[in-house]
């Protein structure tokens, strides 16, 4: 009896013991591949946040206000006058707000929330990924992520789409643990259709059929794309567009391989090296999304409106134009637009003129409002400047019906507000008639660009009923007549 028992207590141990170490294993080398993700994310995130100034100046205007106080907090106003709001959701400039009271007012605190989102995204997204289909798979999307241009160009800029992921990823989980319950199943169907497709793609090829085609074609499409847009920058197409071919061919390879291997009798040392170079092929095609977000990290160009990458050379045929002049055009149109931007008073050089701040401080007397400009994007920069009440009459872009002229007329006269920086009629038609013809279309009778039609009729009020302040008095050399903006006194009549 006490021999049967010995051999029942001793083969389970025997059998147990090498099982076991057998998972630890794989267990540590995923952490660490888990944690190699992670820091890349942190690098990509973090690296230099903040060092190229606040981004967005809307969106930094609005949160400086929104720190002034609980009323402004709580509508996302854009100015400390409360007169306008933020025209996005107000989570997003919350956590942004929140930060820059526990960090100070600077471009990294109202940056922090975004990075940190980012982060948290691709851990999230991992977690997500791995109760599902797997280790592998779930590295795979967290690299994936983590090496995104759109999503690290985003992360390091106060625009809320990283918070708007990590919310998304947040409410991916919420539906999943809902439908694991026996709840919201459809719900569940279409967070898989939206969140995990290329993994379906992956179980597809494992279960043969026609089906198991459609991975090693969608990786021919990827690449094949890839080398497609790398053809606007013929430099650094040179050697990524046949390295992500190859790759991406022996990739192919291997896939039909594998998907071969009943009929063609492989040793397992053959499986294991196609299995090799399918991992390196899949790896192959993250190659420019990882160089295209390094080079913004690296070279730090966060901007306004957040772009990843070198810029395109241009040179034969270009994305997504279909020559060689596209990026000359578009140029030429992007420098027509700036042109009719500063037209509306858009043109952040203009309103951080330190002769212009300080004629509009020593002047303001019992004004609550220190200027008013024709839109939120004129007024932002003197907001960041000084931090008072600058009034956007016409909200965002200037193209909001927020003013009627009674309306202006009662703000004056209550001496609500006293100066208007605004551009001359003038300069404004002749930056319109300069404006390619798909452009001029748009504007006359319909609000166009900065709302040309509201606009109109206030400027005109006021260049009619106001008198002009001397160019003199509040400008420096050469930047009024650059701009074609003109200041205006209301509290003195026109003579």
């Not at 969608?218 to 190859?246: C, D, F, H, K, N």
């Not at 000359?328 to 149109?333: H, V």
């Not at 409002?369 to 956007?392: D, E, Q, R, W, Y």
């Amino acid at each position: 009896m006490a021999d049967i028992i010995d051999t029942t207590i001793h083969t389970p141990t025997e059998r147990v013991v090498p099982a076991s170490s057998g998972q630890e294993s794989p267990w540590l080398w995923s952490r660490i591949a888990l944690g190699a993700v992670v820091l890349l994310s942190i690098f990509m995130n973090f690296f230099q946040l903040g060092q190229n100034g606040y981004g967005n100046l809307y969106y930094a205007a609005g949160v400086r206000s929104m720190a002034d106080s609980l009323h402004n907090f709580f509508f996302v106003s854009f100015d400390p006058g409360g007169f306008v709001t933020i025209d996005k959701p107000p989570l997003g400039f919350w956590l942004q707000t929140l930060s820059t009271k526990i960090f100070g007012f600077t471009p990294f605190s109202i940056f922090f929330p975004q990075a940190l989102c980012g982060v948290l995204a691709v851990l999230l997204l991992y977690y997500l990924v791995r109760r599902h289909f797997g280790v592998v798979a779930a590295l795979i999307a967290a690299l994936a992520l983590a090496v995104s241009p759109i999503s690290v160009v985003t992360n390091r800029n106060n625009t809320i789409d990283g918070t708007l992921a990590l919310a998304l990823l947040l409410a991916a989980w919420a539906v999943i643990h809902a439908a694991e319950t026996g709840k919201l199943r459809w719900l569940l169907l279409s967070a898989v259709f939206v969140g995990l497709g290329f993994n379906i793609l992956e179980k597809d090829y494992h279960s043969g059929g026609w089906r198991g085609w459609l991975l090693p074609i969608a990786l021919i499409v990827t690449a094949g794309a890839q080398i497609y847009m790398l053809s606007s920058y013929p430099t650094w197409s040179a050697w990524m567009s046949p390295l992500i071919g190859i790759l991406t061919a022996l990739t192919v390879i291997a896939l039909i391989v594998l998907r071969l291997r009943p009929q063609l009798k492989l040793s397992t040392s053959t499986v294991r090296v196609a299995v090799i170079a399918v991992s390196v092929g899949m790896f192959a095609l993250l190659v420019a999304p990882t160089i295209w977000s390094g080079y913004s990290v690296i070279r730090n160009t966060e901007s306004s409106a957040p772009a990843a990458g070198p810029t395109a050379q241009g040179n034969g045929s270009s994305f997504p134009g279909a020559n060689g002049q596209s990026t000359r055009n578009t140029r030429i149109e992007q420098n027509n637009v700036a042109d009719l931007a500063r037209a509306f008073g858009v043109d952040g050089a203009a309103q951080t003129d330190p002769a212009l701040i300080s004629y509009l401080e020593a002047h303001q007397g019992n004004a609550k409002f220190l200027v008013a400009v024709p839109s939120a994007n004129a007024g932002a920069p003197i907001i960041l400047a000084t931090n008072k009440p600058v009034m956007a009459m016409g909200g965002f872009s200037g193209g909001d019906p927020i003013l009627t002229v009674s309306d202006l007329q009662a703000l004056i006269n209550t001496g609500t507000v006293r100066y208007f920086l605004i551009s001359s009629s003038q300069s404004t038609q002749r930056l319109i008639d300069e404006l390619p013809e798909q452009y001029r279309e748009v504007l006359p009778g319909r609000g166009g660009f900065g709302g040309f039609g509201q606009q109109s009729a206030l400027s005109s009020w006021i260049s009619k009923h106001c008198s002009t302040v001397p160019t003199s008095d509040w400008s420096s050399a050469g930047r009024s007549s650059a701009t074609g903006n003109q200041l205006y006194d209301c509290a003195a009549p026109k003579a």
